[in-house]
């Protein structure tokens, strides 16, 4: 079981970057996929979860610049980021939660997720 992620780059603010995150040994659509983020010093924080029916959940300071998605066929998830602001500098991990929990308002603890992936790195300058 594991989880490739990748897109991540240095971007001016106001940019956008797409992140992916391929997964191989589990079924994307039969769990709950999540994407979080940790910056140096500070706690790994939720950013974004899509839950095995399709729906999906987005932190505070991320809804209306970020938005999550998936393919199937693909096996993969996105994170499509548009206006980044520099506070958004941080290395960015895609998890799978197994089975799939099915309240909404725990997709934001990371000790559900029982997969992560390895990282990419995410820049904005300002």
């Known amino acids: 079981v594991q989880l490739q992620a990748s897109g991540g780059g240095l971007v001016q603010a106001g940019g956008s970057l797409r992140l992916a995150c391929a997964a191989s040994?589990?079924?994307?659509?039969?769990?709950?996929m999540g994407w979080f983020r940790q910056s140096p010093g500070n706690e790994r924080e939720f950013v974004a979860a899509i839950k095995w029916d399709g729906s999906r959940y987005l932190a505070d300071s991320v809804k209306g610049r970020f938005t999550i998605s998936r393919d199937n066929a693909k096996n993969t998830v996105y994170l499509q980021m548009n206006g980044l602001k520099p506070e958004d500098t941080a290395v960015y991990y895609c998890?799978?939660?197994?089975?799939?929990?099915?309240?909404?308002?725990?997709?934001?603890?990371?000790?559900?997720?029982?997969?992560w992936g390895q990282g990419t790195q995410v820049t904005v300058s300002s």
């Open positions: 040994g589990l079924t994307i659509n039969r769990c709950n």
């Open positions: 998890a799978a939660d197994r089975p799939p929990v099915g309240i909404y308002s725990a997709l934001p603890n990371r000790d559900l997720y029982d997969v």
